[in-house]
């Protein structure tokens, strides 16, 4: 399977605080990628890490890549509240099907004003 | 530019009755085309994905079909929706490379 497992599955900050996500996985990957999703509104791709990257940074997104504990995080910095979404990864098997690209249940990550 | 345009964006229909719902992409060619279902909340479900015209992929045996009569079109369709159908349905489309991108979404209701 190519579905991460996101953790927490609910986060709460204030605004101007910093969030953390987390994604594990199970087999060894060639690439992972974060996804944000606004309610009601489809998926948009965030960033992208591939296994031989170990820190990729996108704006005030920072991504982290642990391949030795199959881990991944999602850091957002001084958050607002127009961070509030669903935040999902999936990553990519290495010699895993190109095709079935699943994703797990996310992190709703809510920021107050 | 490449865009994908999913319609309609809401739909309320009976137990019982027809679906379909519409994907295009404009702007690639040869897309990989996929069909999600979202419950409230919930993660996302895949259900099925095209590699090619006419070439379907099911990943959930229920009263759902899908259909990729041109390139770039793909189609979901059931013959008698269910009450469980309901949910916010995605279509994404890949061109070959590691990113997915998203139409908005369809918000069915079956009542």
């Known amino acids: 399977s190519q579905q991460g497992e996101e953790d927490p599955q609910a986060l709460s900050i204030q605004e101007g605080e910093n969030a953390t996500m987390n994604c594990s996985y199970k087999?060894?990957?060639?690439?992972l990628q974060w996804y944000r999703q606004n309610s009601g509104r489809g998926l948009v791709h965030l960033i992208l890490?591939?296994?031989?990257?170990r820190e990729k940074h996108s704006g005030r997104l920072r991504v982290t890549l642990d391949t030795s504990k199959k881990s991944s995080s999602l850091l957002i910095t001084a958050s607002r509240a127009a961070d509030t979404a669903s935040y999902f990864c999936?990553?990519?098997?290495?010699?895993?099907?190109?095709?079935?690209?699943?994703f797990g249940k996310g992190t709703l990550l809510t920021v107050n004003p | 530019s490449q865009t994908i345009h999913q319609w309609p964006a809401t739909l309320v229909q009976p137990v019982g009755s027809p679906l379909s719902l519409e994907c295009t992409v404009e702007?690639?060619?040869?897309?990989?085309l996929y069909w999600y279902r979202q419950a409230a909340g919930r993660g996302l479900q895949l259900l099925f994905y095209?590699?090619?015209?006419?070439?379907i992929s099911s990943e959930v045996p229920q009263n759902l079909s899908a259909s990729r009569p041109q390139d770039r079109q793909f189609i979901l369709s059931s013959k008698k929706l269910l009450l469980s159908d309901s949910g916010f349905y995605l279509c994404?489309?890949?061109?070959?490379?590691?990113?997915?991108?998203f139409g908005s979404g369809t918000q069915l209701s079956v009542l």
């Open positions: 994404a489309w890949r061109d070959g490379g590691e990113k997915l991108f």
């Open positions: 087999t060894s990957i060639n690439n």
């Open positions: 890490i591939r296994s031989n990257e």
């Open positions: 999936k990553h990519r098997n290495s010699g895993g099907s190109n095709y079935k690209l699943t």
């Open positions: 702007g690639t060619s040869n897309p990989n």
């Open positions: 095209s590699v090619g015209i006419g070439q």
